[in-house]
């Protein structure tokens, strides 16, 4: 079956930096789009970012372009989230979700439990 | 920026109908997605592409879609049914992802 495990979250400063990582198992991980998703607690959901199977197509959230990145190892079938210059309003759980497709549309089928990173001085 | 909007809460007593609302300008462009989302729980996927039912989701969930407004119903809610709602969808460009704001559904 799907299992998405999440991993890294923790406390860290504002202005400083954490690394997210997934690891997934029971399907083919390059086959899927993979996305980050995070909730501020308290707060609805808030999409983040994408990536291709491939890694050649990835989209963000305006809300962290240019100090979030997204990648992949599919050798290791884990997926990532690098963050940097983080601020307070940052603090959320971040899930890990898979993307299922039907032709030209994808959407979230999967998700992981989700780690949480906390923004606090 | 794109918005999907959502009643913040339906209230519904058990056995009764609910139907949860979601509303933008490109959802007839693009499809919708809902999750239900239980306290402390991460969300699952009850409907995808308007209409579809996930395999393992009970019948009594359901999908709809009428020009600029999508609607989740719920058939003969039960207690367990209680949780949030998110709608979720694409731009126009089908570039990036949005959610709603969430529908807390309150079972009475």
């Known amino acids: 079956q799907v299992r998405l495990v999440e991993s890294g979250g923790g406390w860290v400063k504002p202005g400083g930096s954490l690394r997210l990582s997934c690891a997934a198992s029971?399907?083919?991980?390059?086959?899927?789009?993979m996305s980050w998703i995070r909730q501020a607690p308290g707060k609805g959901l808030e999409w983040v970012s994408y990536?291709?199977?491939?890694?050649?197509?990835?989209y963000y959230a305006d809300s962290v372009k240019g100090r979030f990145t997204i990648s992949r190892d599919n050798a290791k079938n884990s997926l990532y989230l690098q963050m940097n210059s983080l601020r307070a309003e940052d603090t959320a759980m971040y899930y890990c979700?898979?993307?299922?497709?039907?032709?030209?549309?994808?959407?979230?089928?999967?998700w992981g439990q989700g780690t949480l990173v906390t923004v606090s001085s | 920026s794109y918005e999907l909007t959502q009643p913040p809460s339906v209230s519904v007593s058990p056995g009764q109908t609910a139907r949860i609302t979601c509303s933008a300008d490109?959802?007839?462009?693009?499809?919708a997605y809902w999750y239900q989302q239980k306290p402390g729980q991460a969300p699952v996927l009850v409907i995808y592409?308007?209409?579809e039912r996930p395999s393992g989701i009970p019948e009594r969930f359901s999908g709809s879609s009428s020009g600029t407004t999508v609607t989740l119903t719920i058939s003969g809610v039960q207690a367990e049914d209680e949780a949030d709602y998110y709608c979720?969808?694409?731009?126009?460009?089908?570039?990036?992802?949005?959610f709603g704001g969430g529908t807390k559904l309150t079972v009475l």
């Open positions: 979700a898979r993307e299922a497709y039907s032709g030209n549309y994808r959407w979230t089928d999967y």
């Open positions: 979720q969808s694409a731009d126009s460009s089908a570039t990036y992802r949005v």
């Open positions: 592409k308007d209409s």
């Open positions: 490109a959802l007839p462009k693009q499809y």
């Open positions: 990536i291709s199977g491939s890694g050649g197509t990835i």
């Open positions: 029971g399907f083919t991980f390059s086959d899927h789009y």
